[in-house]
């Protein structure tokens, strides 16, 4: 194929989202960063692009709908497809709420961008990833998704109880598999990946995995083969409990 493999990862101007964008570049794809701050958007683009990458900006926050189909409608000037969609934005507002006090206004907030992000990027550019030859989606989830990890007491994640991010990226794979199953006989391949615990800005750095190491189960499902497998959630180790 002579074209150039084309992706976008959301969330993209720090942390994961950056070492994705980075690497996928490295590997010869045209790169869209997807950040909701224009200055730090740029600045991430500067540095990557500084380093031979083919890596650019587009503007979207994930939790707006004119902004998501803002958004959409660049890429669709800019490029005739879309290979591979990295729902990586992400937040937790709080660590250590108990569920009984958090608000309700907290976990909606959460959800917005959790949940209600995926879906409507999703969406907004199902259009692009179509025309690709074989589209990958991946939703970035977490170990915390894990209901079957959460009640575990053998499990690291046990103690972690927090309502609001628990519970979107456990429903974050739930619209993974939607997805999945409806877009499977055109040839997606929808999966939801658990970076691990990585030294983040979303956990204070506490995290014990590099943002190198959290790419690879993301990278790994980007750029699935066509046996690859989908509706599935997977962590460095393989499929994991949902």
Same mark, same amino acid.
């Given at each position: 194929?002579?074209?150039?493999?084309t992706?976008?990862?959301t969330?993209?101007?720090k942390?994961?989202g950056?070492?994705?964008?980075?690497?996928?570049a490295?590997?010869?794809?045209?790169?869209?960063?997807?950040?909701?701050?224009?200055?730090?958007?740029?600045?991430?683009?500067?540095?990557?692009?500084?380093?031979g990458?083919?890596?650019?900006?587009?503007?979207?926050?994930?939790?707006?709908?004119?902004?998501?189909?803002?958004a959409?409608?660049?890429?669709?000037?800019?490029?005739?497809?879309?290979?591979v969609?990295?729902?990586?934005?992400?937040?937790?507002?709080?660590?250590?709420?108990?569920p009984?006090?958090?608000a309700?206004?907290?976990?909606?907030?959460?959800?917005?961008?959790?949940?209600?992000?995926?879906?409507?990027?999703?969406?907004?550019?199902?259009?692009?990833?179509?025309?690709?030859?074989?589209?990958?989606?991946?939703?970035?989830?977490?170990?915390l998704?894990?209901?079957t990890?959460?009640v575990?007491?053998?499990?690291?994640?046990?103690a972690?109880?927090?309502?609001?991010?628990?519970?979107?990226? @456990?429903? *974050? !794979?739930?619209?993974t598999?939607?997805?999945?199953?409806?877009l &499977? $006989?055109?040839?997606?391949?929808?999966? #939801?990946?658990?970076?691990g615990?990585?030294a @983040?800005? *979303? !956990?204070?750095?506490?995290?014990?995995?590099?943002?190198?190491? &959290? $790419?690879?189960?993301?990278?790994?499902? #980007?750029?699935?083969?066509?046996?690859?497998? @989908?509706?599935?959630?997977?962590?460095?180790?393989?499929?994991?409990?949902?």
């Amino acid at each position: 194929m002579s074209e150039r493999l084309t992706a976008l990862v959301t969330g993209a101007n720090k942390g994961i989202g950056t070492e994705v964008v980075r690497r996928l570049a490295a590997d010869g794809y045209t790169v869209w960063l997807g950040s909701r701050d224009r200055a730090r958007g740029e600045a991430a683009v500067a540095a990557l692009k500084g380093a031979g990458l083919d890596v650019r900006l587009l503007e979207i926050d994930v939790a707006d709908d004119a902004s998501v189909t803002k958004a959409a409608q660049r890429l669709a000037q800019e490029t005739g497809r879309l290979d591979v969609l990295v729902n990586n934005a992400g937040i937790a507002l709080s660590l250590s709420t108990p569920p009984s006090t958090e608000a309700v206004a907290q976990v909606k907030a959460v959800y917005e961008v959790n949940v209600f992000g995926p879906v409507r990027v999703t969406q907004a550019f199902l259009p692009l990833l179509k025309v690709a030859p074989a589209p990958r989606i991946v939703m970035v989830s977490s170990g915390l998704a894990s209901l079957t990890r959460l009640v575990d007491p053998a499990s690291e994640f046990y103690a972690i109880n927090l309502l609001s991010y628990n519970s979107s990226k @456990t429903a *974050l !794979n739930a619209v993974t598999v939607s997805f999945a199953k409806e877009l &499977a $006989a055109s040839g997606f391949k929808v999966n #939801a990946a658990d970076p691990g615990y990585t030294a @983040t800005d *979303l !956990n204070g750095h506490t995290g014990y995995r590099t943002v190198a190491q &959290a $790419a690879e189960i993301i990278l790994k499902l #980007a750029t699935l083969p066509a046996d690859g497998p @989908t509706a599935g959630f997977f962590d460095d180790q393989g499929a994991e409990s949902w």
